[in-house]
């Protein structure tokens, strides 16, 4: 009977952490919701910026104006309430952690988020500007290039959701040498796999030319040496500390 009544425990409180991150993303959603129309015309700037004199952007559907910069907004919502959700997954695991355990998951859920901000700020002011500057130069004569904004939303998602997940390199490289599963050394050795590796996902997450595929490939590559050192590091520390003394579990 105890463990059922802990069982429903845990499922409200879930229940209230999960209210808690959607009620998050709500209210930063209201408070953006006027701003809509300026914020896909923010989005839009890098592209509009490269466009040919004279050249827009079109609607081939009739409700796409109102919809595009609605679903804009909602994404960027649920971006800027992600340190919210994950402070609320924190509370929710925290209680059944060991000492050592919230040591390094609390600075991993504050740097995942970091890592996956700059991300997003690195295919907006580095890789936008570079791809589509080198798209509108290549554009055939008589070819006006006149873009969609549904399909231009989608495309920079895409490119969002793929340099932001990417950056998270690091901490999945630290997570795996703290369980033991590999280690630095190791990693190190696979080097030239993982040279030729990050192209093969720069080439499937972006669009087929090089430029992008190159400014995905490479920051992923220095991510991966900046993972191995840091990785190290905890691994050693982790180690260090189980060696010392025994694991206990975190007070409720």
């Not at 924190?90 to 600075?107: D, I, Q, S, T």
């Not at 700020?121 to 549904?150: K, L, Q, R």
């Not at 895409?158 to 990417?166: D, R, W, Y």
């Amino acid at each position: 009977m105890s463990d059922t009544n802990t069982l429903i425990s845990h499922l409200v409180e879930l229940r209230s952490r999960v209210l808690k991150a959607l009620l998050s993303v709500f209210v930063v959603f209201a408070c953006l919701a006027y701003f809509s129309q300026d914020l896909y015309q923010l989005l839009a700037m890098p592209l509009l910026e490269a466009l040919p004199d004279n050249a827009t952007m079109i609607a081939t559907d009739v409700a796409s104006p109102f919809f595009a910069p609605f679903k804009l907004t909602l994404v960027l919502s649920f971006f800027i309430a992600i340190p919210y959700v994950l402070y609320q997954v924190w509370g929710f695991v925290a209680p059944g952690l060991y000492r050592n355990e919230k040591k390094l998951v609390a600075p991993l859920l504050l740097s995942s988020t970091l890592l996956f901000y700059l991300g997003i700020a690195f295919a907006y002011f580095v890789v936008f500007p570079v791809v589509f500057a080198f798209f509108s130069s290549v554009a055939p004569e008589g070819v006006t290039m006149s873009t969609d904004i549904s399909s231009y939303l989608n495309f920079v998602l895409k490119l969002f959701f793929a340099f932001g997940v990417s950056f998270e390199i690091p901490i999945a490289i630290v997570l795996l040498c703290w369980t033991g599963v590999t280690d630095a050394a190791s990693l190190r050795e696979k080097r030239p796999y993982v040279f030729v590796g990050a192209f093969v996902v720069g080439m499937l997450l972006t669009p087929p030319d090089v430029i992008s595929q190159t400014l995905l490939a490479i920051p992923m590559w220095l991510l991966f040496e900046i993972g191995i050192i840091v990785g190290s590091v905890y691994a050693g520390r982790n180690k260090q500390e189980d060696e010392e003394t025994p694991d206990e579990p975190a007070n409720s």
